[in-house]
Nanobody, 123 residues
């Protein structure tokens, strides 16, 4: 059974940084899937944040986070990361990692999801 477990969320002041991690069960599974981060703020739809292909050579970002967030993966550790810098109050959301056979920006592309981790940006 595939499991994705996020960690690293928390509360931070505007301008601060956080690093999210997503640990996947099964090295074989992890390295054969594109991975992504989505987020969902209260009352809003879940939206794509950043994604990365199997090899890690190519990544994609939502316009709202370009230049501030960096997605990466370590296939040997079956772990996905999201480094978030210059955080803004509008980044407040539950952040989810997800796995897909091919990288895309829509939820329906993704077959497996983690349970989410809360990120709160507030002064």
């Amino acid at each position: 059974q595939v499991q994705l477990v996020e960690s690293g969320g928390g509360s931070v002041q505007p301008g601060g940084s956080l690093r999210l991690s997503c640990a996947a069960s099964g090295r074989t599974f992890f390295r054969t899937y594109a991975m992504a981060w989505f987020r969902q703020a209260p009352g809003k739809e879940r939206e794509f944040v950043a994604g990365i292909i199997r090899s890690g050579e190519t990544s994609q970002y939502a316009d709202a986070v370009k230049g501030r967030f960096t997605v990466s993966r370590d296939n040997a550790k079956s772990t996905l990361y999201l480094q978030m810098n210059s955080l803004k109050p509008e980044d407040t959301a539950v952040y989810y990692c997800a796995a897909s056979w091919s990288l895309g920006v829509t939820r329906v592309n993704y077959d497996y999801w983690g349970q989410g981790t809360q990120v709160t940006v507030s002064s």
